[in-house]
C-alpha cells in the first residue's frame, strides 16, 4: 500500500483563521478523500480530492469552507477556513487502492480555541 | 446512503481468546466491505475487505464473514493479543466509491 503523510500533525488555532493540512502520498494515485472524525466518533467524508478539477463535496459540506486543491497524483491539501470550536477534529485523508479500498494517513488533530 | 452500525460499543476479551466483532448495514445495494483497526492518536489501518460476492475472506488471525441475507458482518480476531487493542471499524460502499464508516467497537484486551 501507499506511504502517506500528513502535514501538520496537530495543531491548535484560534477562532476566525484558517489552516491548511497537507496530505503527501509516495506514488501517484487517482483517487484521494478527505475525511472528518470528531472526538470519539466514527469518520465522515467531506469530499472527493478531483485531480485537475473542483473536488466533490459530501451532503453538509462547502467548498466555502473546505477548500481543497489537488494539484498533481502524489498531492492534496484541505483548507479549513473561518474556524470555530465545532471544527475541532482529526482530520484524515485517504487514497483509493487498487481494488476500491482506501488507506488512511495519520491524521491532523485541530483543536480551534 | 448506507447506514453502518456496530452491535457492541466496546468489548474486552482475555488475552488469547478469540474476540467477534459485529456490524449491521442497511443498504442491501452495498457491495464491497471493509474492516479498519485505529489506534490510538493513529489514522485507521486497512485489514481486510471482502465483496459482495464472497461470504467469507480469511487472513492472518483475521476472517471476516459476511451475511447478505441479514445485512450483516462480522469481523474474527483469532488468539486475540494486547496488540489487538484498538478501535474497529467497519465500512460499507454502495455504488461509487464513498465508504460509509460505521460507529466503531473499541476493543480491550485483558493480559
Known amino acids: 500500500s501507499a506511504v502517506i503523510s500528513q502535514k501538520p500533525s496537530r495543531d491548535i488555532c484560534q477562532r476566525g483563521t484558517s489552516l491548511t493540512i497537507q496530505c503527501q502520498v509516495d506514488?501517484?494515485?487517482?483517487?484521494m478523500f478527505w475525511y472528518r472524525q470528531q472526538p470519539g466518533q466514527s469518520l465522515t467524508l467531506i469530499a472527493t480530492?478531483?485531480?485537475?478539477?473542483?473536488?466533490?463535496?459530501e451532503s453538509g459540506f462547502v467548498i466555502d469552507k473546505f477548500p481543497i486543491s489537488r494539484p498533481n497524483l502524489t498531492f492534496s491539501t484541505l483548507t479549513v477556513s473561518n474556524m470555530s470550536p465545532e471544527d475541532s477534529s482529526i482530520y484524515l485523508c485517504?487514497?483509493?487502492?487498487?481494488?476500491?479500498?482506501?488507506?488512511f494517513g495519520p491524521g491532523t488533530r485541530l483543536t480551534v480555541l | 446512503g448506507e447506514s453502518v452500525g456496530l452491535h457492541l460499543p466496546t468489548l474486552s476479551v482475555q488475552e488469547g481468546d478469540n474476540s467477534i466483532i459485529n456490524c449491521a448495514y442497511s443498504?442491501?445495494?452495498?457491495?464491497?466491505f471493509i474492516w479498519y483497526k485505529q489506534e490510538s492518536g493513529k489514522g485507521p489501518q486497512f485489514i481486510i475487505d471482502i465483496r459482495s460476492n464472497m461470504d467469507k475472506r480469511q487472513g492472518q488471525r483475521v476472517t471476516v464473514l459476511l451475511n447478505k441475507t441479514v445485512k450483516h458482518l462480522s469481523l474474527q480476531i483469532a488468539a486475540t493479543q494486547p496488540g489487538d487493542s484498538a478501535v474497529y471499524f467497519c465500512?460499507?460502499?454502495?455504488?461509487?466509491?464513498?465508504?460509509?464508516f460505521g460507529t466503531g467497537t473499541r476493543l480491550t484486551v485483558i493480559p
Open positions: 443498504n442491501s445495494a452495498s457491495d464491497y
Open positions: 465500512a460499507a460502499r454502495t455504488g461509487a466509491n464513498n465508504l460509509f
Open positions: 485517504s487514497v483509493g487502492g487498487t481494488y476500491n479500498e482506501q488507506f
Open positions: 506514488s501517484q494515485v487517482t483517487m
Open positions: 480530492a478531483n485531480q485537475g478539477s473542483e473536488a466533490t463535496y
